[in-house]
């Protein structure tokens, strides 16, 4: 891609970021309540584990520090993914209305425009509790803050963020011939909730679906495992394949959905 190229898209980029920021600036008390409210749904996480683990020490071998890392680490990977791709829920509703006509016919990428048009900025609170989450779950597990365990947490971490937004992204792309399909987010949510539990709960046999198989593990075990269990390349090797993979499916797909998409008019 050329220089030219790229500064053009940064440009884009940034004033679908301030834009995005000024709307939400003009219902301030509207946005500040929106993350309160983000907050108090992580409290609520929280709350849960204490019961949990009020009467064991570990679940599948899990820590109840292991499994607050880990459930910060989905947090993260899903409040990230919502911010700065938030525009992808009202794909369905721009099919339906007729002004994904306007998208495709721009010149620009209608990947980028459909996934970065709007950003969401309530979820900043979400990724603030998630980091102290991971923060406070490493210290109840007393779990060193060594160089390599830190690489392997935040670069297994970005393969979760790409994975999880792939499947957003093929998910919402489905809008094109569900057209009156506007809660296609909640299958997405259900993904999250359960990336929240460990892998180490389900047999052997579904362990090796939900990683060799199916990319679940990769969304926030995997990550977690390199804070709490110490740095694995093999795993992060692997975690970049099916990174690489699912962007790959998602962009042909939606290449795909555009050859099938004929405009709200006819």
Partial sequence: MHTQTVRRYWTIYRTFFVTSLRREMEFRANFFAKIASQVTWVVFVLLVLAVVFRNTNSIAGWTRGDVTVLAGMAFIMSAVTTMFTFSLTELPSQVRSGTLDFVVTKPIDSQFWVSSRRFNFDQIGVVIAGIT???????????????????????????????????????????????RVDNLWILSESMVSVSRYPIDIYSVKVQRVLTYGLPFAFLSTMPTRQLVRGFSGSMLLIGLFWAIFALSFSRLFWRYAMTQYSSASS
């Fill in 133 to 179: 989450m991971v923060t406070i779950g490493a210290n109840q597990a007393h779990i060193p803050f060594a160089a390599d365990r830190l690489f392997g947490f935040g670069a297994a971490g970005l393969e979760s963020i790409v994975i999880f937004y792939s499947f957003n992204f093929a998910l919402m792309t489905t809008g094109i011939w569900l057209v």
